[in-house]
């Protein structure tokens, strides 16, 4: 059992060379967004980019198109012609894909996020595709070694049921990793980490202002970002959910927590990353 400090974070994070370019730091895929819920996906975007991705690709709803490509000028952006996720995509020339936020949940989906499992690359799977997985929970074997998980406890319940205390909750959590061969992220106050060998990394940062729709969407996009960059599941995991909650913390210093908003997060996702390297 560990618990994060901003030494253990600083020793995990890379350092970037002279002749480094935008291919040394990964090809992220996103797939986001469905008809009204678009938001979650600019919001993954954009931290994503934060996060310090090479290059960042987001498949979404022709409706969405135009919102992407004008609130996320930097992503790239492919579509697939329902308002929800439904089609088999090509996925070799990624290192790395997030996928579920503002998903939906159609049968359509379901199949496409099934196709997307099977091609073994590591996944950051979150909020709808979480769901998805709880209703065909024989699915969780097709889950690609190096991901990561991202529940809520509400979606956590969904996918190994009740527990009695948050001893129950921690063990059960730890076993989802085993028998996944992932990373879980239980998010909430000290958010828990566990990992394949049954370690436990309990966070240090994050505070009440956090409690607002998107931030979860902020923290898929982080990790996505950092597991494109090469960073194992565990050390994206663990530096993302630090450097997810040390900006929330920094922004609430500065607009209090009553008024806290997810793209506050974005925003002082850089000075997160500053603080920690110096």
Sequence with gaps: YYYLTKNSIRQRIRKREKFDHKGTYGHALMIAGSFGKMGACVLSARA???????????????????IIQTSVP???ASVYEEDFFSDELEVSGYVAIGVG????????????LLKLMEKGKPLVIDADALNLLATNREWIKQIPLGSILTPHPKEFERLVGT???????????????????????LKG??????SPDEKVYFNSTGNPGMATGGSGDVLTGILTGLLAQGYSATDAAIVGVYL???????????????????SDLIDFLPAAFKSVAN
Aim: net charge positive.
């Design 244 to 262: 997810h909650g040390l900006s929330g913390d920094m922004a609430a210093r500065e607009k209090g927590q009553h008024s806290l908003i997810a």
């Design 101 to 112: 936020p503002g998903l939906g949940e159609s049968n359509e989906t379901a199949k496409a």
């Design 74 to 76: 930097e992503a790239m």
């Design 48 to 66: 994503c980019l934060r996060s310090g991705v090479g290059l960042l690709t987001v498949h979404v709803p022709r409706s969405g198109y135009t």
């Design 189 to 194: 106050a000290h958010s828990s980490i566990t």
């Design 163 to 185: 527990w009695k205390n948050d001893f129950e909750r921690l063990e059960k959590q730890k076993q989802l990793s085993v028998d996944t061969k992932a990373v879980v992220i």
